[in-house]
């Protein structure tokens, strides 16, 4: 008997479940609207060091003139010179080679302001955030 009042209290007590899980779903929900903030940032820009400055080796420069020539020539000779080859230009292969240097130098002054711009730049984008 007990089993037979069991069954009719779980069915009642079923129901009575089922309406308020009803009464939740036809609630409307309460939502908060999302605020979608996009900020647009660069990316850090990698500076890489610069180089080592160049060390430029001394070089020993030797005039040749036709009497210097017959003095190293005897010095050779008599053993008291050190063999070595001598190397001349001409007066134009000479401002050939002063124009190159003069080239090289320009270049490499105005790659280092490029480079300073940019940095300078990045730097002052660094500053404002």
């Not at 209290?9 to 308020?20: H, R």
């Not at 036709?66 to 063999?83: N, S, W």
């Not at 090289?104 to 711009?117: A, D, N, P, S, T």
């Amino acid at each position: 008997m007990k089993k037979l009042l069991i069954i009719p209290l779980l069915l009642v007590n079923g129901c009575s479940t089922y309406s308020l899980l009803g009464d939740l779903a036809n609630r409307e929900p309460q939502t908060k609207p999302v605020e979608v903030v996009t900020v647009a940032k660069r990316n850090p820009i990698y500076h890489p060091p610069l180089p080592e400055p160049i060390e430029a080796s001394d070089v020993e420069w030797k005039i040749l003139t036709p009497d210097t020539m017959k003095e190293y020539l005897a010095q050779v000779e008599a053993g008291e010179e050190p063999r070595v080859a001598f190397y001349g230009l001409t007066s134009q292969g000479y401002e050939n080679l002063s124009m190159n240097m003069g080239e090289i130098k320009r270049y490499l002054e105005q790659i280092l302001h490029i480079v300073g711009y940019y940095r300078d730049i990045d730097d002052d984008e660094e500053e404002g955030k």
